[in-house]
């Protein structure tokens, strides 16, 4: 009794025997194999990167909305600001308050940023070259012994 069910996954044979097929098509076989496995993994691997790329970019989009309807805010939390002190003071007086107080907190933030890039300057990851040199100077005076 033959045994004529196949499984999806069987390869067509071409009437040899398994054992009996040479060495280089069996070769040849198993390098177009690898070939479109590795293709059909770089396909997938697309298709993910495409969706999250989607995904990033609503994510985005929905961040700079949100920056747009903060700095709207900020400048509505400043109008009352003025408002609430223009109860007790004059409306140019208030004004000129809360400017005075948005422009040294302007100067504050405006020296720490600069304090931080003068702190990330030079871009090159100094560290990284430190050891890396030291790892070859190593290198060099382990191979003269």
Not at 13 to 31: H, S, Y
Not at 55 to 64: A, C, E, I, S
């Amino acid at each position: 009794m033959t045994d004529t069910h196949r499984t999806a996954s069987a390869a067509p044979r071409t009437g040899n025997a398994a054992g009996d097929e040479p060495v280089g098509e069996l070769v040849q076989r198993a390098t177009e194999q690898l070939t479109d496995l590795v293709r059909g993994e770089m396909r997938l691997a697309q298709a993910e990167m495409t969706e999250k790329g989607k995904r990033f970019g609503k994510g985005g989009g929905l961040f700079g909305g949100a920056g747009v309807l903060g700095f709207v805010t900020l400048q509505a939390l400043v109008a009352t600001v003025i408002a609430a002190l223009a109860v007790p003071l004059p409306v140019w007086a208030a004004a000129l308050i809360v400017t005075g107080v948005l422009a040294v907190a302007t100067g504050l933030t405006a020296l720490a940023g600069r304090k931080q890039v003068r702190s990330a300057t030079p871009p090159a990851p100094q560290q990284t070259i430190d050891n890396v040199k030291a790892d070859v100077a190593e290198i060099k005076e382990s191979a003269q012994r």
